[in-house]
């Protein structure tokens, strides 16, 4: 008989919110879950394994007295989080430990190679947004000119993460911890996150139930961490106001894509505004949201209906989401998709070492998250390493 080990009830139910599990599920993967809830039966060592497995949580939590007390690893910049909803979700903490052991190997492979700092000017919180914005849309070549030849929002996507990484940073775009399309990130905690670094900075963008137009602006929102040198978690969005940092932020990604100086000579006060909207969405490549905050910062609408306006703004791109969403469904190539889910930079670097005989088949494995060295071969064909 299997020996049975006492689990406080609280561990239990924190380890439920935790892992974002419904009773059903946990009743149907361990029957005897009321049970063990009610302290009427114990679970068996085997069975606690087979929890912490499940819920994505350590083996020895189940054995202390009470839960734990966890928090970010980071700065925390999201805006109104407080008390029970402030608590990190493991898919969160684990997606932020995944990178920051990715960028801790390019910067020791940086430096094994004598790699530079990466090429971002930094600036102050006291600069003007504004003007950071101007010289980030040189820096990126992302001017509403460059976007012109770009033609589509996924090549302007596809652009930002590999221009980022010419000037010496890392991207991961991504709605998943690691390959794991089980442990879905959550939209509504995170948006993205910046690990800063003089030398490899990283700039991590949840792409989980968001259009490329949103995580254009989540890019552009922690490229502004990158510049002011600030590592934190965001839920940054067009509309929200706060202090400080995310501010700042905020308003440097709504520059960077819809700059001020360009969309007073773009806006036509005489054609219908849902219309222009569209086409102002279309010439800068961003959401309909994006245009609308900043005619209204700009004071180029009135005051009256623009609450209206915003919410069907809001529905019509939630509308383009779920078009976009069904059309993409299916997941794709798991290879085409691995220099989003990994780095494109990150992922050459480390698949160059192992042919070189600097990294190990295991460490890569490790790092890019990848299971035997058939899919290493097929990964490096598919990058043309």
């Given at each position: 008989?299997?020996?049975?080990?006492?689990?406080?009830?609280?561990?239990?139910?924190?380890?439920?919110?935790?892992?974002?599990?419904?009773?059903?599920?946990?009743?149907?993967?361990?029957?005897?879950?009321?049970?063990?809830?009610?302290?009427?039966?114990?679970?068996?060592?085997?069975?606690?394994?087979?929890?912490?497995?499940?819920?994505?949580?350590?083996?020895?939590?189940?054995?202390?007295?009470?839960?734990?007390?966890?928090?970010?690893?980071?700065?925390?910049?999201?805006?109104?989080?407080?008390?029970?909803?402030?608590?990190?979700?493991?898919?969160?903490?684990?997606?932020?430990?995944?990178?920051?052991?990715?960028?801790a190997w390019f910067v020791d492979y940086a430096r094994k190679i004598g790699l530079d700092d990466a090429s971002v000017p930094r600036v102050s919180e006291q600069a003007s947004p504004l003007v950071a914005a101007e010289a980030a849309a040189?820096?990126?070549?992302?001017?509403?000119?460059?976007?012109?030849?770009?033609?589509?929002?996924?090549?302007?996507?596809?652009?930002?993460?590999?221009?980022?990484?010419?000037?010496?940073?890392?991207?991961?775009?991504?709605?998943?911890?690691?390959?794991?399309?089980?442990?879905?990130?959550?939209?509504?905690?995170?948006?993205?996150?910046?690990?800063?670094?003089?030398?490899?900075?990283?700039?991590?963008?949840?792409?989980?139930?968001?259009?490329?137009?949103?995580?254009?602006?989540?890019?552009?929102h922690e490229y502004g961490h990158v510049k002011l040198g600030k590592t934190g978690v965001s839920d940054e969005a067009p509309g929200r106001r706060g202090q400080g940092v995310e501010d700042w932020c905020n308003t440097f990604a709504s520059?960077?894509?819809?700059?001020?100086?360009?969309?007073?000579?773009?806006?036509?006060?005489?054609?219908?505004?849902?219309?222009?909207?569209?086409?102002?969405?279309?010439?800068?490549?961003?959401?309909?949201?994006?245009?609308?905050?900043?005619?209204?910062?700009?004071?180029?609408?009135?005051?009256?209906?623009?609450?209206?306006?915003?919410?069907?703004?809001?529905?019509?791109?939630?509308?383009?989401?779920?078009?976009?969403?069904?059309?993409?469904?299916?997941?794709?190539?798991?290879?085409?998709?691995?220099?989003?889910?990994?780095?494109?930079?990150?992922?050459?670097?480390?698949?160059?070492?192992?042919?070189?005989?600097?990294?190990?088949?295991?460490?890569?494995?490790?790092?890019?998250?990848?299971?035997?060295?058939?899919?290493?071969?097929?990964?490096?064909?598919?990058?043309?390493?």
């Open positions: 008989m299997s020996a049975r080990v006492a689990v406080a009830p609280s561990l239990l139910l924190w380890a439920k919110q935790r892992s974002q599990r419904e009773d059903d599920a946990l009743e149907k993967k361990f029957p005897a879950w009321q049970e063990w809830l009610e302290e009427a039966k114990e679970p068996t060592i085997k069975q606690v394994e087979e929890l912490a497995r499940y819920t994505h949580l350590p083996f020895g939590v189940f054995f202390l007295s009470e839960p734990p007390e966890v928090a970010l690893p980071i700065p925390d910049y999201r805006l109104g989080r407080s008390g029970y909803e402030a608590t990190p979700s493991q898919e969160l903490l684990d997606v932020i430990d995944l990178s920051a052991k990715r960028q040189e820096e990126l070549s992302f001017t509403v000119a460059d976007r012109s030849r770009l033609r589509t929002r996924e090549n302007a996507r596809n652009h930002l993460r590999r221009r980022f990484e010419q000037l010496g940073g890392l991207v991961v775009i991504t709605s998943m911890v690691g390959n794991d399309n089980h442990r879905m990130l959550d939209r509504d905690e995170f948006r993205g996150f910046t690990l800063a670094d003089n030398l490899v900075p990283l700039i991590f963008v949840n792409s989980s139930g968001d259009s490329i137009s949103g995580q254009l602006f989540t890019f552009l520059e960077v894509l819809v700059p001020a100086r360009d969309l007073r000579t773009q806006f036509r006060r005489d054609v219908t505004l849902t219309a222009e909207l569209d086409r102002l969405a279309v010439h800068y490549m961003c959401s309909t949201l994006v245009v609308l905050l900043k005619l209204r910062n700009l004071e180029l609408l009135g005051p009256a209906g623009f609450e209206s306006l915003y919410r069907d703004a809001e529905q019509r791109a939630a509308d383009a989401f779920e078009f976009q969403r069904q059309k993409n469904a299916g997941g794709g190539d798991f290879y085409a998709n691995q220099p989003f889910r990994v780095g494109e930079r990150l992922s050459r670097a480390v698949l160059s070492d192992v042919r070189e005989g600097g990294t190990s088949y295991t460490d890569a494995f490790r790092v890019l998250g990848l299971r035997n060295a058939e899919q290493v071969r097929k990964y490096s064909e598919q990058l043309g390493v």
